[in-house]
């Protein structure tokens, strides 16, 4: 099981950036494509992200296309969400999550998941 921890999350303005972040415990972690959900209230989870085990391909959901933008660095077994152009809308509770299958586009192929960090926007 892979252990994942976010960081990054708080409270900021509508219309400005915000970087997570997500460490990964797996030494073998550039075998593993990595995702990103959120969860906000009273909604069910939305899976927003992913970057593919290589770095080569991501995937960024509608809700957040041209504003989201995932990365990795395999040396320090983290991804990265850097999220622009913040909105109201995007507040949320954001999860990271792992999969050592191929397929990063398959959100049920994610098996192991953060804790969560939450990211607030405010007018």
């Known amino acids: 099981q892979v252990q994942l921890v976010e960081s990054g999350g708080g409270l900021v303005q509508s219309g400005g950036p915000l970087r997570l972040s997500c460490a990964a415990s797996e030494r073998t972690f550039i075998s593993y494509s990595m995702g990103w959900s959120r969860q906000a209230p009273g909604k069910g989870r939305e899976f927003v992200a992913a970057?593919?085990?290589?770095?080569?391909?991501?995937y960024s959901g509608d809700s957040v296309q041209g504003r989201f933008t995932s990365s990795r660095d395999n040396a320090k077994n983290t991804v990265y969400l850097q999220m622009n152009s913040l909105k109201l809308e995007d507040t949320a509770v954001y999860y990271c999550?792992?999969?050592?299958?191929?397929?990063?586009?398959?959100?049920?192929?994610?098996?192991?998941w953060g804790q969560g960090t939450q990211v607030t926007v405010s007018s």
């Open positions: 999550a792992s999969t050592p299958r191929r397929g990063f586009l398959v959100r049920t192929n994610y098996e192991d």
């Open positions: 970057i593919a085990w290589r770095g080569g391909s991501t």
